[in-house]
């Protein structure tokens, strides 16, 4: 049987600057050397762990960059569960962001990156209920292909299998599966569809990433016996970067930024321990890779590869890289001629940059647009210099996807450019850009990936690309390159971009939720946003037939690539409760278009497009309000603000800064945002200002805040201490404490109802203990654990009252659930409850 090898992904050490993520690396003469080095070292690694940030970013730079060996982290989730500092995205979108921190991370530390179909659905607080919501079998076989295709000799676990309960559910699970898995990768009868692609394989050893933070505290590690550990000094000093490797480390950690992990770059001797777990113990512990031959001795006549890349490294003239190109290009073919083999197509794809980078050789390949559609013709501009003295000669170049060739059989004379105008006409059947994994629909605990060797992939599948073939003293070598968009901003110069394939037009209904409290028309607001010139068609909002929807259909016709234009709707809700979803559709030549088009673009990432369905959720509920003007001091980032619009209220967003007595006198509440305390040290000063508000007769409502780094720890006017208590479990049981409370009587009345369909969790972070002014409303609890009261406190102050609550409003309203809204409109009318007559308040 044939085996297909997975193209290597080739990562530079790239510690002596942070670049854009799209912008084309040089490497300097170290770097190249460090390369050269790396070379030469045929061993592997693959550190295993559940989300992005979980990983030990100071053993991969040390095994990457030290050690030389190939090292790979295997992260189980793209982190759709957690929050976000940077912005309002969360789950998929999230997941998104984070994927992108993780390649981004890997650029710097040297690793390379990997996924499973597993979806991070939320805290959980077990690796049984993680592996029921998770697909356990499949996520044992993403993890089982992953050891397959990547063939580490050494298998390292963020995480201990034997802790159940004791961290992240998820944390346990992807230690547990990776040991499940150590045995089970070397045998063909396990998932032997896999095999068409790769082989079985047996790890030589796996260990656990201990420290003392498994231990409890450095002192009980301290005393701990260590046996079974092996430490590895990893406080190197590269002196050729002018960097430490904690250093290189902390760059890599910090580009966590939606998860708030910058990080400060240590110095001087460092140590980690593994815990060995599975086969061949070590004798000496001296070295991971005891017993492996890391060399080239290890392949079928690679000695003599081998050998020359030693002499190429000895021989390596800082001042001349390009002295060293002709023994680059004959170990290139060398690598080339061997049976197949695990390691020569790695090496060979990393050789080929080697040799790039040592002749300067610069090739790209840039579309004049940024985005194109199926069926159109881009032009693109080709660059190819070489900055050498070696001859090279450019051969032909290679557009794909239609695999078009055009010679060029030119020479590439040194720090001569050469510009190619090519016309690339794209298929009608080419896919649209965007993350494979979100294209077919999953389920909470899974993505679907109907194509196996998609499985793992980082990054999204980008289709458009030019191979310019290069011939080096009669050796051929094929350079690829993604056709990029670049152009030039005026502050911070150079910018690239992708190319992206879209959709002839997009749509987007504005508001994602849609509250009908009556049977009045609602204007509903449609973007149509084109992706080529000259798009002339209609656009329908599609609702059940007990809605009303006029115009039937509207209309456009735009003249420009990327103008955008918003038309309206007129939609009246049926008389009964009901929930609907509404879906925007334009319809061209009969062909129709129903996605929305999202652009995720932050700087430390590459910019994102993401294609969903263009719909909002229609809500028809006799839920009411009474009108309060809401300050909304913004925190982490969350769409509370834009719900709160829809239910009517008049919201302006406040900054810290912008709080003072006057300004607060006209509104009625004042609304902290998720984490607000965590991240705004400008909150700390103006405590008293807030509550004296809430004494002069107003209310405050501040949402879930972490239990640790408060910029203050007078978040409330009586005591309040936060906790890690948490429900994770949406569905729960909750329990009245206080069921004659206006707070779940008044204006809406509040059931039990009103909790079912709340999505991914209840609430975080809850108060475990507070002071007796306090009341709590609601109790709730996941599975075996003890009640949990802390979700919704309330305290009278002065003549009016401050509300604390985990409850995780910040996923429900922007998903629509209608309880999450009835009870957020109940607590912002607190104060309101207390004008009216107490008869009138429903028990």
Same mark, same amino acid.
């Given at each position: 049987?044939?085996?297909?090898? =997975?193209?290597?992904?080739?990562?530079?050490? /790239?510690?002596?600057?942070?670049?854009?993520?799209?912008?084309?690396?040089?490497?300097?003469?170290?770097?190249?050397?460090?390369?050269?080095?790396?070379?030469?070292?045929?061993?592997?690694?693959?550190?295993?762990?559940?989300?992005?940030?979980?990983?030990?970013?100071?053993l991969?730079?040390?095994?990457?960059?030290?050690?030389?060996?190939?090292?790979?982290?295997?992260?189980?989730?793209?982190?759709?569960?957690?929050?976000?500092? $940077?912005?309002?995205?969360?789950?998929?979108l999230?997941?998104?962001?984070?994927?992108?921190?993780?390649?981004?991370?890997?650029?710097?530390?040297?690793?390379e990156?990997?996924?499973?179909?597993?979806?991070?659905?939320?805290?959980?607080?077990?690796?049984?209920?993680?592996?029921?919501?998770?697909?356990?079998?499949?996520?044992?076989?993403?993890v089982?292909?992953?050891?397959?295709?990547?063939?580490?000799?050494?298998?390292?676990?963020?995480?201990?299998?034997r802790?159940?309960?004791?961290?992240?559910?998820?944390?346990?699970?992807?230690?547990?599966?990776?040991?499940?898995s150590?045995?089970?990768?070397?045998?063909?009868?396990?998932?032997?569809?896999?095999?068409?692609?790769?082989?079985?394989w047996?790890?030589?050893?796996q260990?656990?990433?201990?420290?003392?933070?498994?231990?409890?505290s450095?002192e009980?590690?301290?005393?701990?016996h260590?046996?079974? /550990?092996?430490?590895?000094?990893?406080?190197?000093? #590269? =002196?050729?970067?002018?960097?430490?490797?904690?250093e290189?480390?902390?760059?890599?950690?910090?580009?966590?930024?939606?998860?708030?992990?910058?990080?400060?770059?240590?110095?001087?001797?460092?140590?980690?321990?593994?815990?060995?777990?599975?086969?061949?113990a @070590?004798?000496? %512990?001296?070295?991971?890779?005891?017993?492996?031959?890391?060399?080239?001795?290890?392949? %079928?006549?690679?000695?003599?590869?081998?050998?020359?890349?030693?002499?190429? =490294?000895?021989?390596?003239?800082?001042?001349?890289?390009?002295?060293?190109?002709?023994?680059?290009?004959?170990?290139?073919?060398?690598?080339?001629?061997?049976?197949?083999?695990?390691?020569?197509?790695l090496?060979?794809?990393?050789?080929?940059?080697?040799?790039?980078?040592?002749?300067?050789?610069?090739?790209?390949a840039? =579309?004049?647009?940024?985005?194109?559609?199926?069926?159109?013709?881009?032009? @693109?501009?080709l660059?190819?210099?070489?900055?050498?003295?070696v001859?090279?000669q /450019?051969?032909?170049?290679?557009?794909?996807?239609?695999?078009?060739?055009?010679?060029?059989?030119?020479?590439?004379?040194?720090? $001569?450019?050469?510009?190619?105008?090519?016309?690339?006409?794209?298929?009608?059947s080419?896919?649209?850009?965007q993350?494979?994994w979100?294209?077919?629909?999953?389920?909470?605990?899974?993505?679907?990936?109907?194509?196996?060797?998609n499985?793992?992939?980082?990054?999204?599948?980008? +289709?458009?690309?030019?191979?310019?073939?290069?011939?080096?003293?009669?050796?051929?070598?094929?350079?690829?390159?993604?056709?990029?968009?670049?152009?030039?901003?005026?502050?911070?110069?150079?910018?690239?971009?992708?190319?992206?394939?879209?959709?002839?037009?997009?749509?987007?209904?504005?508001?994602?939720? @849609?509250?009908?409290?009556?049977? *009045?028309?609602?204007?509903?607001?449609?973007?149509?946003?084109?992706?080529?010139?000259?798009?002339?068609?209609?656009?329908?909002?599609?609702?059940? !037939?007990?809605?009303?929807?006029?115009?039937?259909s509207?209309?456009?016709?735009?003249?420009?690539?990327?103008?955008e234009q918003?038309?309206y709707?007129?939609v009246?809700?049926?008389?009964?409760?009901?929930?609907?979803?509404?879906?925007?559709?334009?319809i061209?030549?009969?062909?129709?278009?129903?996605?929305?088009q999202?652009?995720?673009?932050?700087?430390?990432?590459?910019?994102?497009?993401?294609?969903?369905l263009?719909?909002?959720?229609?809500?028809?509920?006799?839920?009411?309000?009474?009108? !309060? %003007?809401?300050?909304?001091?913004?925190?982490?980032?969350?769409?509370?603000?834009?719900?709160?619009?829809?239910?009517?209220?008049?919201?302006?967003?406040?900054?810290?800064?912008?709080?003072?007595?006057?300004?607060?006198?006209?509104?009625?509440?004042?609304?902290?945002g998720v984490?607000?305390?965590?991240? /705004?040290?400008?909150?700390?000063?103006?405590?008293?200002?807030?509550?004296?508000?809430?004494?002069?007769? %107003?209310?405050?409502?501040?949402?879930?805040?972490t239990?640790?780094?408060?910029?203050?720890?007078?978040?409330?006017?009586?005591?309040?201490?936060?906790?890690?208590?948490?429900?994770?479990?949406?569905?729960?049981?909750?329990?009245?404490?206080?069921?004659?409370?206006?707070?779940?009587?008044f204006?809406?009345?509040?059931?039990?109802?009103?909790?079912?369909?709340?999505?991914?969790?209840?609430?975080?972070?809850?108060?475990?203990? #507070?002071?007796?002014?306090?009341?709590?409303?609601?109790?709730?609890?996941d599975?075996?654990?003890?009640?949990?009261?802390?979700?919704?406190?309330?305290?009278?102050y002065?003549?009016?009252?401050?509300?604390?609550?985990?409850?995780?409003?910040?996923?429900?309203?922007?998903?629509?659930?209608t309880?999450? #809204?009835?009870?957020?409109?109940?607590?912002?009318?607190?104060?309101?409850? +207390?004008?009216?007559?107490?008869? *009138?308040?429903?028990?």
């Open positions: 049987m044939q085996k297909k090898h =997975a193209s290597a992904i080739l990562i530079f050490l /790239l510690c002596c600057q942070i670049t854009i993520a799209q912008e084309p690396q040089k490497p300097n003469s170290v770097e190249i050397y460090n390369q050269i080095q790396k070379l030469n070292f045929l061993g592997s690694v693959l550190y295993i762990a559940a989300h992005p940030d979980d990983e030990n970013t100071q991969i730079s040390y095994l990457s960059n030290e050690q030389k060996a190939r090292t790979g982290y295997l992260s189980l989730t793209r982190g759709d569960g957690g929050q976000n500092l $940077i912005g309002t995205q969360l789950r998929e999230l997941g998104v962001i984070r994927t992108q921190e993780l390649i981004e991370a890997r650029k710097i530390d040297g690793g990156q990997f996924f499973s179909r597993a979806n991070d659905f939320g805290f959980s607080k077990n690796p049984t209920e993680t592996l029921e919501i998770w697909d356990k079998k499949q996520v044992l076989a993403d089982i292909w992953a050891i397959r295709k990547f063939q580490p000799d050494v298998i390292i676990n963020r995480f201990d299998h802790s159940p309960g004791t961290t992240h559910g998820h944390h346990t699970a992807s230690a547990m599966l990776s040991v499940e150590f045995d089970l990768a070397n045998n063909p009868s396990i998932f032997p569809e896999q095999l068409q692609f790769v082989t079985p047996q790890t030589k050893r260990f656990f990433n201990t420290s003392w933070w498994f231990y409890g450095i009980k590690f301290n005393a701990a260590k046996t079974n /550990l092996i430490a590895l000094q990893t406080g190197v000093y #590269y =002196a050729g970067l002018g960097k430490s490797n904690q290189i480390a902390a760059l890599s950690r910090s580009r966590h930024q939606s998860q708030g992990f910058g990080s400060t770059g240590a110095r001087g001797e460092e140590t980690e321990y593994l815990e060995f777990i599975n086969g061949d @070590l004798k000496d %512990k001296k070295s991971l890779f005891e017993g492996i031959d890391t060399s080239w001795n290890r392949i %079928k006549e690679g000695k003599s590869i081998g050998e020359l890349l030693t002499t190429i =490294a000895a021989e390596f003239d800082h001042n001349n890289p390009s002295a060293s190109i002709p023994d680059l290009a004959k170990a290139y073919a060398m690598m080339k001629a061997l049976d197949e083999n695990q390691w020569s197509p090496k060979s794809e990393a050789i080929k940059e080697i040799i790039s980078a040592c002749s300067g050789l610069y090739l790209e840039v =579309a004049q647009n940024q985005e194109a559609t199926p069926g159109s013709t881009i032009k @693109l501009k660059e190819a210099i070489n900055r050498s003295s001859p090279i /450019l051969m032909s170049v290679t557009a794909i996807p239609n695999q078009n060739i055009t010679p060029q059989n030119r020479d590439l004379k040194n720090n $001569i450019l050469n510009t190619i105008n090519l016309d690339l006409k794209l298929p009608e080419i896919n649209y850009t993350p494979y979100l294209k077919e629909k999953g389920t909470v605990g899974m993505y679907a990936v109907k194509q196996q060797q499985i793992g992939i980082p990054d999204i599948i980008r +289709e458009v690309k030019v191979i310019f073939n290069i011939k080096i003293n009669e050796i051929e070598i094929p350079f690829e390159r993604t056709v990029v968009y670049k152009y030039n901003d005026d502050v911070k110069g150079e910018v690239y971009n992708y190319l992206d394939i879209v959709p002839e037009v997009t749509t987007s209904i504005i508001d994602k939720v @849609l509250l009908f409290k009556d049977t *009045k028309k609602k204007a509903v607001a449609v973007k149509i946003k084109t992706g080529k010139d000259s798009v002339k068609g209609i656009l329908q909002l599609e609702l059940p !037939e007990n809605w009303g929807v006029f115009p039937k509207i209309p456009f016709n735009i003249e420009k690539k990327g103008t918003i038309v709707f007129e009246t809700a049926p008389n009964k409760s009901e929930e609907a979803v509404a879906k925007s559709v334009a061209i030549d009969n062909k129709q278009f129903d996605k929305e999202i652009i995720i673009k932050y700087d430390h990432i590459t910019k994102q497009q993401v294609l969903t263009a719909e909002a959720k229609c809500i028809k509920t006799d839920l009411k309000t009474n009108g !309060e %003007k809401i300050a909304y001091i913004m925190g982490a980032g969350d769409e509370v603000p834009s719900s709160l619009t829809q239910l009517g209220y008049a919201v302006t967003l406040l900054k810290p800064e912008e709080i003072t007595p006057e300004k607060l006198e006209l509104y009625d509440v004042v609304i902290t984490r607000a305390y965590n991240i /705004l040290p400008a909150l700390a000063n103006k405590q008293n200002i807030l509550f004296d508000f809430v004494k002069s007769g %107003k209310t405050m409502i501040v949402q879930y805040n239990a640790g780094d408060l910029v203050t720890n007078t978040i409330a006017p009586y005591p309040l201490k936060l906790s890690r208590d948490r429900v994770t479990e949406e569905d729960a049981e909750v329990r009245f404490l206080a069921p004659h409370h206006p707070v779940l009587n204006p809406n009345q509040i059931t039990a109802t009103d909790f079912e369909g709340w999505k991914q969790e209840q609430g975080l972070y809850y108060p475990n203990e #507070y002071d007796k002014a306090f009341t709590p409303i609601l109790s709730s609890n599975k075996g654990e003890s009640p949990k009261n802390g979700a919704l406190l309330i305290a009278p002065g003549k009016g009252h401050y509300i604390y609550t985990g409850l995780s409003f910040f996923r429900e309203l922007p998903e629509g659930v309880g999450a #809204y009835k009870l957020i409109s109940n607590i912002i009318s607190l104060q309101s409850s +207390e004008k009216i007559p107490v008869q *009138k308040i429903k028990n």
